[in-house]
């Protein structure tokens, strides 16, 4: 399995840098759904809060990931993968 990262969201608050990186994402996930064993991670649901922030405790400069959001990263990464070796388990 190939598993990409998507691009992250930037910017404390919503902003057409963010929404151009949603796009990207968004055309990613497009081009690697028809290919074989792989797919794209979209983290941003872990650092874009309800209201549409994002805290500096994870991407210190709105940008750039803190240790704290590269655990984040690590522990959805894990997650994820852990779940593709249970269900290939079962197979």
Known sequence: ????????ARGKMP???RERNAQVNKLVQE?????P???LLNVDPVF?????S????????????TPQGYQAVCQLLHAHLKGLLEK????
């Open 88 to 91: 290939q388990a079962e197979n």
């Open 37 to 39: 064993h792989t797919s």
């Open 15 to 17: 902003n057409s840098l």
């Open 54 to 65: 994002i805290s500096h405790q994870e991407l210190y400069d709105y940008l750039y990931l």
């Open 31 to 35: 081009a690697v759904s028809s290919l």
């Open 48 to 52: 874009v809060h309800s209201d549409g």
């Open 1 to 8: 399995m190939h598993r990409r990262l998507g691009v992250l």
